[in-house]
């Protein structure tokens, strides 16, 4: 949990893909904030989560302003994992909580593309840098 | 530096939350029906039965369309209570909505298995309860057509 808090010293290269990964977290929340003002927030529930992921993207992304790169992992993957798994149940037949959508249009997209970069990105900069830390503490 | 990043990033994305700049639904464009209008949709969804009226809400259809007569209030879909189409083409646009979007709108949003999960009663069921919201009138009420069964053309001509 102190780690989690803790300023955290990064490679330049795992702070970089660190970085990249909060632009994508950034591209993601804004789209939902997009989506939200552009008919979302009629949707009940899935308005409103939309909403949230906007907000939590923006923490997330603060927190690696703020050098807190274990809390950001942990955010970038709390925020995006859910958003990405939300958008596959709304494409089912079953639908997100009766919420269903036909197809991937360029929003959807936009969103699916910067969150699964993000994941992807969150990760290797996360292992990388849990990498680094336990070279550094045997040393 | 950090400081001014962390700004940037609040700034823009506090624009972005409270809808500055962000634009507006398409269904916000378009014009609303009177109160004579939506009350004379009421009484015609009243007269119709609930068939229709309950697979609107079952299937979702309310998360995206508006009809004021109802208080349904989507917004990412074209309003249905000011529509200007036949029942027949209203069931057209319910199992093949790809074949003639709304100018304006996600073209690929609405699913496209309607067809598949509602039988052939269902879809003239809810394609004539939105056209009693919308102000015309549909060619037969669902119960007479209910024994004809599956299987008729979905185009233009195919009743019969």
Same mark, same amino acid.
């Given at each position: 949990?102190r780690?989690?808090?803790?300023?955290?010293?990064?490679?330049?290269?795992?702070?970089?893909?660190?970085?990249?990964?909060?632009?994508? @977290?950034?591209?993601?929340?804004?789209?939902?904030?997009?989506?939200?003002? !552009?008919?979302?927030?009629?949707?009940?529930?899935?308005?409103?989560?939309?909403?949230?992921?906007?907000? #939590?993207?923006?923490?997330?992304?603060? /927190?690696?302003?703020?050098?807190r790169?274990?809390?950001?992992?942990? =955010?970038?993957?709390?925020?995006?994992?859910?958003?990405?798994?939300?958008?596959?149940?709304s494409?089912?037949?079953?639908g997100?909580?009766?919420?269903?959508?036909?197809?991937?249009?360029a929003?959807?997209?936009?969103?699916?593309?910067?969150? @699964?970069?993000?994941?992807?990105l969150?990760?290797? #900069?996360?292992?990388?840098?849990?990498?680094?830390?336990?070279?550094?503490?045997?040393? | 530096?950090?400081?001014?990043?962390?700004?940037?990033?609040?700034?823009?994305?506090?624009?972005?939350?409270?809808? @500055? =700049?962000?634009? %507006?639904?398409?269904?916000? !464009? %378009?014009?609303?029906? /009177?109160?004579?209008?939506?009350?004379?949709?009421?009484? !015609?969804?009243?007269?119709? #039965?609930?068939? $229709?009226?309950?697979?609107?809400?079952d299937? =979702?259809?309310?998360?995206?369309?508006?009809?004021?007569?109802?208080?349904?209030d989507?917004?990412?879909?074209p +309003?249905?209570?000011?529509?200007d189409?036949?029942?027949?083409?209203?069931? %057209?646009?319910?199992?093949?909505? +790809?074949?003639?979007?709304?100018? $304006?709108?996600p073209?690929?949003?609405?699913?496209?298995?309607?067809?598949? !999960?509602?039988?052939?009663?269902?879809? +003239?069921?809810?394609?004539?309860? @939105? /056209?009693?919201?919308?102000?015309?009138?549909?060619e037969?009420?669902?119960?007479?057509?209910?024994? +004809?069964?599956?299987?008729r053309?979905? =185009?233009? $001509?195919?009743?019969g």
């Amino acid at each position: 949990m102190r780690r989690l808090l803790e300023p955290a010293r990064l490679d330049p290269l795992v702070l970089a893909a660190l970085a990249l990964a909060a632009a994508c @977290v950034l591209v993601a929340g804004l789209q939902h904030a997009r989506l939200y003002h !552009r008919g979302y927030a009629e949707v009940q529930i899935v308005g409103a989560l939309f909403f949230l992921n906007a907000i #939590g993207s923006t923490a997330v992304v603060l /927190t690696l302003i703020l050098r807190r790169a274990w809390l950001f992992v942990l =955010g970038a993957l709390s925020v995006c994992v859910p958003s990405l798994v939300s958008i596959a149940i709304s494409h089912s037949s079953s639908g997100f909580l009766g919420f269903r959508e036909g197809g991937y249009d360029a929003d959807a997209m936009i969103i699916v593309v910067a969150e @699964v970069a993000a994941v992807l990105l969150a990760l290797a #900069g996360g292992g990388a840098a849990a990498a680094a830390a336990r070279a550094r503490s045997h040393a | 530096m950090r400081l001014a990043l962390a700004a940037l990033v609040v700034l823009v994305m506090g624009c972005a939350i409270a809808g @500055v =700049g962000m634009g %507006e639904a398409p269904a916000e !464009r %378009e014009p609303t029906p /009177t109160q004579a209008q939506t009350a004379a949709a009421a009484q !015609r969804i009243a007269a119709l #039965g609930p068939q $229709g009226r309950r697979l609107f809400a079952d299937e =979702g259809c309310d998360r995206c369309h508006s009809i004021a007569a109802i208080d349904a209030d989507g917004k990412l879909g074209p +309003r249905l209570d000011i529509l200007d189409e036949d029942a027949e083409d209203i069931a %057209e646009s319910i199992v093949d909505p +790809r074949d003639d979007t709304a100018d $304006g709108y996600p073209e690929r949003l609405m699913p496209t298995d309607y067809g598949q !999960r509602m039988n052939d009663a269902e879809v +003239r069921a809810l394609a004539a309860f @939105v /056209t009693a919201a919308s102000g015309g009138e549909a060619e037969e009420d669902d119960d007479s057509r209910r024994g +004809r069964g599956r299987g008729r053309g979905r =185009g233009h $001509g195919g009743e019969g």
